[in-house]
């Protein structure tokens, strides 16, 4: 046999051999969808990331193509449908919105999801136990922290009878969230103003419009699109000069007096484990919805001193960060 032929021999069994067959594969796509802006969504890539690499997923073992929305919610079905002709291996969505719209892109592409609302009653897994289908992932269960917003609302205006509420009406978090707010209130007789508001320019109407019924503080409800745009919306709040509390820490960092939330960080890299766990084999149907376990309390002592405001001893004292 002539060198040649023994080469070109060699070489085609070392083709067949399962390392060269594993060489070739290609590496798993992942299709990560954002209600958010890119800008906002660093830190949870990051850690979405951190997840996967903890479970023994490398950088060079994963590629991930990313579609954000920008807080414009009507874009994120025609963003899924892209990612599932493309088509992915598996679908991360940021936020109800792109949950919703994954979940109504694809039956067969395994979803998992950061959701701030109840997703057995929204209709994206059938129980948190046993989800069902090919969708999983976290809740942060964004109505019982609402309660509590108001209940710290309530520690530092003790007085407070009139509460404003800021929401956007196209976000599928408000609705739970408000008749969260509103059982609370009725509770504690406390009047709610509701203000509606799609956008930034909607946003300094709303606070405008406020502006005349003089409310004692504000609660700002827990929207992706309001979270794109935190320093536009703080200094617009400002103009009111009152108490308000935000639900995620990107508003105090912003210049807001408090907020109170889940650590996103924790539930963007436990997505990134179950990402890698589906990715490895296991079923979405098989892993239980989590819930949280760490939730964060930020005060700017700052904006309270600007607001005339003194921050009782024993909310000082919860606090896991105070901006001063």
């Not at 407070?160 to 929401?167: E, K, R, Y």
């Not at 707010?181 to 509770?187: A, L, Y």
């Not at 997505?271 to 766990?277: K, L, M, P, Q, T």
């Given at each position: 046999m002539r060198r040649r032929d023994f080469l070109t021999l060699l070489g085609g069994a070392a083709a067949g051999s399962p390392l060269a067959a594993r060489a070739q594969q290609p590496v798993p796509v992942i299709g990560f969808l954002s209600s958010f802006s890119q800008t906002q969504s660093a830190r949870p890539i990051a850690e979405f990331r951190r997840g996967l690499n903890d479970s023994g997923l490398t950088e060079k073992a994963f590629s991930i193509e990313y579609r954000f929305a920008d807080g414009q919610y009507d874009r994120l079905p025609s963003l899924a449908a892209e990612l599932t002709h493309r088509p992915v291996d598996l679908i991360f969505a940021a936020a109800p919105p792109a949950a919703l719209a994954a979940k109504a892109a694809t039956t067969a592409i395994p979803i998992?999801?950061?959701v701030g609302f109840d997703p057995v009653t929204a209709g994206l897994v059938a129980s948190l136990s046993r989800p069902g289908g090919n969708v999983t992932g976290m809740t942060l269960f964004s109505n019982p922290l609402a309660q509590k917003r108001l209940e710290i609302?309530?520690?530092?205006v003790p007085k407070?009878?009139?509460?404003?509420?800021?929401?956007n009406p196209v976000s599928p978090d408000s609705a739970p969230e408000i008749k969260a707010?509103?059982?609370?209130?009725?509770?504690r007789r406390v009047q709610l103003q509701m203000l509606s508001a799609t956008s930034l320019n909607e946003i300094d109407a709303a606070v405008t419009a406020?502006?005349?019924?003089?409310?004692?503080?504000?609660?700002?409800?827990?929207d992706p699109f309001y979270l794109t745009r935190p320093n536009e919306i703080v200094a617009s709040i400002a103009r009111l000069a009152l108490p308000?509390?935000?639900?995620?820490?990107?508003?105090?960092?912003?210049?807001?007096?408090?907020?109170?939330g889940t650590n996103r960080a924790i539930s963007y890299r436990q997505?990134?484990?179950?990402?890698?766990?589906i990715l490895k084999g296991t079923k979405p149907a098989d892993l239980p919805v989590m819930q949280p376990a760490t939730f964060e309390l930020l005060i700017n002592l700052r904006t309270a001193q600007a607001l005339g405001l003194t921050i009782p001893p024993t909310l000082l004292a919860l606090a896991d960060e105070v901006i001063e």
């Open positions: 998992v999801f950061v609302l309530l520690d530092l407070a009878s009139v509460i404003a509420m800021l929401f707010v509103q059982e609370m209130t009725n509770q406020l502006m005349e019924k003089r409310p004692h503080a504000l609660m700002v409800t827990s308000a509390i935000y639900p995620f820490r990107e508003f105090p960092a912003a210049g807001g007096l408090i907020s109170y997505a990134g484990v179950y990402a890698a766990r």
